[in-house]
């Protein structure tokens, strides 16, 4: 049998061992507190490998659009295989990826706070989070992916 093969069912068996509802639970309040200290109300999704979000939580205050720009965000992660802020170069006019929001019907977004979730080079799901400026979400979701990952 391919080693390899192996080694990635056995990533995806870690990862799965992390969407526990403790875990998710965990990675949404240490991003909340995240953004408490910042004074940024948002939104945050974790979704699995499938694009199946596996919570989903708005912050009280947090932008209304921020519950569909979340889940986007993680989606776009997934499935562009990056972190969204390093989407967006490649997708202004002028990119080898412009006009790739409008040909996927907006589902794609192309600027900060979506990353991948990745255990052993295999991408096991992705968190979304909106409602602040790019910058701040990029950084409630660095430290949402970071509690998710080391797990509770």
Known sequence: ???????????YVKGELLFTKTNLQHAIDIAEQKAQSINVP????????AGNPRILYRMEKANLVSLTLAPKKANSAL??????KDLNQDTVPG??????????????????????????DVIIGAIGVSGGLVSEDQLICETAVNAFLAGC
Not at 1 to 11: I, K, P
Not at 42 to 49: A, F, K
Request: net charge negative.
């Open 1 to 11: 049998m391919d080693e390899s093969l192996v080694e990635r069912a056995l990533a």
């Open 42 to 49: 948002v939104t945050i999704c974790i979704s699995d490998q």
């Open 79 to 84: 499935l562009m295989r990056k972190p969204t």
């Open 95 to 120: 990119g080898e990826l412009y006009q790739m929001e409008t040909m996927l019907d907006g589902q794609l977004v192309t600027f900060a706070g979506g990353i991948p979730l990745v255990i052993d």
